[in-house]
C-alpha cells in the first residue's frame, strides 16, 4: 500500500527551486545589482527583453518575500492530495500545462492592452519604446508622459510568478473535491471548495476587467482555464480526473 505523504517530491523540489531563484535574485540584485527578474522574467513578444526560456523561468520568478510565500504555502495545500493521487509524471505535467496556459492568455490580453495603450501614438513615440523601454525599466525608471508610461510597462515589464499554475491546482482541488471543507483564518465558518474556487474564480474575472494594479488576473483565469481542458480532456479519455 502506498503511503500517503504530505510533502511529495514534485511539490517539495518545486518550492526549492522556487526558493533557490528567490534567493539568487536577492542575492544577485543586493551584490551586484543585478536585476534578475527583467532577464527571467516574462516579457510580451517584441519586447526587446523577451526571450523564450522565460516561459519557464517565469514560473520561477516571485516579486518579493510574500508572493513566494503565498504561492508556495497555495501549491502544497491544494496540490500535495493530487500529486498523490495523480502520482509525479501527471501531476508536474498538470502544473506546467497550466502555467503555460496562463502564459498565453495573459500574453493575448496584454498584446490587447498594449495596442490600444500606443493608439494615437507617432512612430517614434513607438520606437522610443521599442528601443529604449527596457532598459529604462530595468532601471526602475519610466517616462515621465503617463501614457508613454503605462505603453512601456506593458511591453517591457516582466510577469513573474508560480500563480498561473498554482490557479490551476486550486481549479483541480475544486473539481476533484467539491465538497471538501476549506478553513480560513478570515473565514467564520468553513466554505466547501467548488464555492470557494468559483467565487475566486468570479473575483479574478472582476477584478481583471477593473483593476489597475500589477496584478496579472487573466494569469491566474489562464491556469483555471487551461486545468479544466486538461481536466475535461482526461475525463474523456479515462473516464475519470483521477
Do not use: C
Not at 43 to 64: E, W
Not at 84 to 100: P, S
Not at 124 to 146: A, C, H, R, W
Amino acid at each position: 500500500m502506498q503511503r500517503f505523504n504530505l510533502l511529495p517530491d514534485v511539490i517539495k523540489n518545486l518550492i526549492i527551486i522556487n526558493g533557490l531563484f528567490f534567493l539568487a535574485t536577492m542575492a544577485l540584485g543586493n551584490a551586484f545589482g543585478l536585476p534578475l527578474i527583467h532577464y527571467l522574467g516574462l516579457h510580451l513578444p517584441g519586447s526587446p527583453g523577451f526571450a523564450p526560456y522565460q516561459l519557464v523561468t517565469h514560473l520561477f520568478m516571485h516579486a518579493d518575500f510574500g508572493h513566494f510565500f503565498f504561492n508556495m504555502f497555495a501549491l502544497w495545500m491544494f496540490g500535495y492530495t493530487l500529486e498523490n493521487i495523480w502520482g509525479a509524471k501527471r501531476f508536474l505535467n498538470y502544473y506546467l500545462i497550466t502555467g503555460f496556459g496562463a502564459a498565453l492568455l495573459h500574453f493575448g490580453v496584454q498584446y490587447y492592452e498594449y495596442q490600444i495603450a500606443i493608439e494615437g501614438f507617432s512612430p517614434e513615440m513607438i520606437n522610443l519604446i521599442k528601443t529604449e523601454g527596457f532598459d529604462v525599466v530595468v532601471n526602475s525608471q519610466n517616462y515621465t508622459n503617463p501614457q508613454l508610461a503605462a505603453a512601456n510597462a506593458l511591453l517591457n515589464q516582466p510577469t513573474v510568478g508560480a500563480s498561473g499554475a498554482v490557479f490551476g491546482i486550486l481549479l483541480a482541488f475544486g473539481m476533484l473535491f467539491p465538497n471538501q471543507p476549506i478553513f480560513f483564518i478570515f473565514l467564520p465558518i468553513p466554505i466547501k471548495a467548488k464555492y470557494f474556487v468559483a467565487g475566486y474564480g468570479v473575483l479574478e474575472l472582476i477584478n481583471g476587467f477593473t483593476s489597475t494594479g500589477n496584478v496579472a488576473h487573466f494569469a491566474h483565469l489562464g491556469g483555471m482555464l487551461f486545468g479544466f481542458l486538461v481536466l475535461r480532456y482526461w475525463k474523456s479519455k479515462y473516464g475519470t480526473y483521477h
